[in-house]
């Protein structure tokens, strides 16, 4: 049996390293495409490879919302009498579990549509940091990281708009600023915020607002 490719990304290629195309499948239901795709790919059993390429036939044919569960494939493939690679299709399905937690904690963390909201927005940030942190969570601190990063580039990309009056851009420039400082010392951040809204220079732009 050839080995299948780890990368979903690119899904025809993948499909057909398996001598599989979208094209040679029949079945007008996503059920019947998951068995149809299993007996193309005539393995000897199933894992996370093989789960990963039904996962792309079925995209490909029905759209990104037909994908189900690793577990939900195995059971299926199971019911037609198909060998698991159970500690395999486990593994995968943990990874997905962990990735929807991921996205629940970082979705609509960061805001930077004001000065009042984007300081609100730095003590959840520092607070998930500091979480992932004492977990040694690696995964957990890049994916926060690089939803900073984006957030300050999205920012500072604002902040050179000529489409919006001085004020804004001033304000947008702030803010990238904010999240560059917190990118280098979260631990630090706070200290700094508070020293930097009573400098005469905060003052003198934006007043009050923080």
């Not at 193309?40 to 390429?53: M, W």
């Not at 690089?146 to 004020?167: G, N, P, V």
């Not at 851009?169 to 009573?198: N, S």
Request: charged share 35%.
């Amino acid at each position: 049996m050839r080995q299948l490719t780890h990368d979903p990304i690119f899904k025809e290629q993948l499909c057909m390293r398996q001598k599989v195309s979208i094209e040679e499948l029949v079945s007008k239901t996503k059920e019947d495409l998951v068995i149809e795709a299993w007996e193309k790919l005539d393995c000897e059993s199933v894992g996370a490879d093989e789960i990963k390429a039904i996962e792309a036939l079925l995209e490909a044919r029905f759209g990104p919302a037909a994908v189900v569960s690793p577990m939900r494939l195995a059971r299926m493939l199971a019911d037609e009498g198909a060998e698991l690679r159970h500690a395999e299709i486990m593994e995968l399905y943990v990874e997905r579990r962990a990735e929807t937690l991921y996205d629940a904690a970082l979705r609509n963390l960061i805001d930077i549509s004001s000065l009042e909201k984007a300081s609100a927005s730095i003590p959840r940030m520092t607070s998930l940091y500091k979480k992932f942190a004492a977990e040694d969570d690696r995964h957990g601190l890049r994916l926060l990281r690089e939803k900073a990063i984006r957030s300050k580039e999205d920012a500072h990309e604002r902040s050179l708009s000529s489409k919006a009056d001085q004020e804004t851009r001033l304000m947008f420039a702030e803010i990238a600023e904010w999240l560059t400082i917190w990118l280098r010392t979260p631990d630090l951040f706070d200290d700094w915020l508070k020293l930097r809204v009573r400098s005469a220079e905060f003052k003198q732009w934006f007043g009050n607002k923080h």
